[in-house]
């Protein structure tokens, strides 16, 4: 089992930033990839960012490209999420997941089997 730990939410005026973290810990071994997912109520969970484990390579769709940026630090098995030039559309909860997704399910919650409980962003304008 993988246990993941986000922190870093909080309350930002639109335009400023934050910046998510996520800790993995149990059996890490079994997944290859770290995603964040958000939530907004009434929404359906949409993709927001996932990084590869064994060499970076972040995924990002167009709604944030440009202002979020993923990364990992492997020594601490941690994701962090670097989230600028926020705006009120930006407001959700934020769900970091683990797993070993290919193709066009790193985009999906479908490629991800381990969840953290959710950190909630609240961007004001």
């Known amino acids: 089992h993988v246990q993941l730990v986000e922190s870093g939410g909080g309350l930002v005026q639109a335009g400023g930033s934050l910046r998510l973290s996520c800790a993995a810990s149990?059996?890490?071994?079994?997944?290859?990839?770290m995603g964040w997912f958000r939530q907004a109520p009434g929404n359906e969970r949409e993709f927001v960012a996932a990084?590869?484990?064994?060499?970076?390579?972040?995924y990002y769709p167009d709604s944030v490209k440009g202002r979020f940026t993923i990364s990992r630090d492997n020594a601490k098995n941690t994701v962090y999420l670097q989230m600028n030039s926020l705006k009120p559309e930006d407001t959700a909860v934020y769900y970091c997941?683990?797993?070993?997704?290919?193709?066009?399910?790193?985009?999906?919650?479908?490629?991800?089997?381990?969840w953290g409980q959710g950190t909630q962003v609240t961007v004001s304008s």
């Open positions: 149990g059996r890490t071994f079994r997944t290859y990839a």
């Open positions: 990084i590869r484990w064994s060499d970076g390579r972040p």
């Open positions: 997941a683990a797993g070993s997704p290919y193709g066009s399910s790193y985009y999906t919650k479908s490629g991800y089997a381990y």
